[in-house]
Structures are given as structure tokens and as C-alpha cells.
């Protein structure tokens, strides 16, 4: 999964990866458009580069395997303008050759984060207000995290600031009105990543822990190794 991230502007951008592929939705609500993918398999989210690119290195088949790897919630304007990218379609290890553990270099530089088990959301501004939604928008899960930062203006100030600059901050709402398998006795709402809008970069972790330093935010844990 060693790419650059497909830039992205507009709704126009994508749809070209996903024309004709049931396994994704383009749902328009009250103020936003919500581009996803209901279902998964190997036909969905082809290799970007491998044993799944047809012979001569097709250079759009590979941009659109990349395309579609972003369709996971991705929130737009009603007129097509990007306004939230979450994180991209990644795999679990032996999940995909790709991500073989004989195929990860693991001499490069990375973290090992802790697993939370919990829902994925993000702020977003819609009709003007500052929401929050999982992959599929404003929902029940959402409201709840929604609720939850009602009383933590930090949380709110943070997502302005970053929204407004053309980030995505990416929380998991940990939570047994949502429970998954953990049992979380205390609701979280935890910073995992920070991802630029139009390019699909994400802050490093040092930087995210001095965010959430800054704004006094919980910071997904980096595990020492």
C-alpha cells in the first residue's frame, strides 16, 4: 500500500472510479452528499499495484484502484465541493497480498496504535452548524458523540480550527450505548488521525499528540517497540 494519495476536489473526482459498481452509494441528504461503499470484496477494492493490474501498467486502472480505496465516507457539498475525508480503505495484516506479513517492510519508521472498539466519526460543517457523522453521515451513533462534546467546547474549538484549514479530524466514539466488544465503562470520544482534505496526507503521530495536548483531548495511544 506504498502510494501517494489521489488528490481530490470534487465529487466529479471519484465518480468516475465507482460508475457502474453497485458495492458503492452516492446518498445525497440535507446538505451534504455521502460517497461509500456498502460492500466488500476483492473486486471492490482492487490491488493498486500487483497481481491485479492488467499487463503494461494500465495508469488509470491503478488511479481508480486508488479512488475507490477513499470512497469510505467521503462527505461533499451539495455542490460537489470536498468537505470530509476520513481515513482510506486499508487491510488487516494477511488480509490481502499486499499486506502479507512477509511483505512489510517492517525496518521503515511507523507506530503500532492501540485497537479501539468503537465507531469512527468526524465533524463536519453542514447548513452552517458544526455536526457530527459517521461514514454514512448524521445517525443515531453520530448524535450520541454529538451529545457527548455538547458540554466540551475543546472539542469543538479544535474541529473548527482544523476544519476551517482544510483537515479532517478522525475520532472513535467508544461508548456501551454503541458497544462493539470492548466494554467501555466511561464514554470516549478519541483523536485517532488528522488527515489534509485535499491531498489524503495525515499529520504524523507526534504532531497529533501535541494537538491533543494543546486542545486537552484524548490522543490514541502509541505503543513503545
Not at 71 to 80: A, E, I, N
Not at 85 to 113: G, M
Amino acid at each position: 500500500m506504498n502510494y501517494a494519495f489521489p488528490k481530490i476536489y470534487n465529487i466529479d473526482d471519484v465518480l468516475c472510479a465507482i460508475e457502474g459498481s453497485p458495492e458503492f452509494i452516492v446518498a445525497e441528504k440535507d446538505g451534504y452528499k455521502v460517497v461509500n461503499y456498502v460492500v466488500a470484496t476483492h473486486e471492490t477494492f482492487p490491488s493498486v499495484e500487483g497481481e491485479d493490474t492488467p499487463e503494461g501498467g494500465d495508469i488509470s486502472y491503478a488511479y481508480h484502484a486508488m479512488l475507490r480505496r477513499e470512497c469510505r465516507g467521503l462527505l461533499f457539498d451539495l455542490d460537489g465541493k470536498l468537505i470530509n475525508r476520513r481515513y482510506h480503505k486499508f487491510f488487516n495484516v494477511n488480509e490481502r497480498e499486499e499486506t502479507a506479513i512477509h511483505a512489510i517492510d517492517w525496518s521503515r519508521p511507523h507506530v503500532i496504535l492501540e485497537k479501539l472498539d468503537g465507531s469512527m466519526v468526524s465533524p463536519c460543517y453542514v447548513n452552517g452548524h458544526l455536526r457530527w457523522m459517521t461514514k454514512m453521515g448524521i445517525t443515531d451513533t453520530s448524535m450520541e458523540a454529538e451529545a457527548f462534546v455538547a458540554s466540551r467546547p475543546d472539542y469543538a474549538e479544535l474541529a473548527a480550527h482544523y476544519l476551517e484549514n482544510g483537515f479532517t479530524p478522525i475520532f472513535e466514539w467508544c461508548s456501551n450505548k454503541n458497544r462493539i466488544v470492548l466494554d467501555y465503562p466511561e464514554d470516549r470520544l478519541v483523536l485517532t488521525a488528522m488527515r489534509e482534505n485535499a491531498s489524503g496526507n495525515y499529520l504524523l503521530q507526534d504532531a497529533l499528540e501535541a494537538i491533543g495536548r494543546r486542545y486537552g483531548i484524548e490522543v490514541v495511544e502509541a505503543y513503545q517497540h
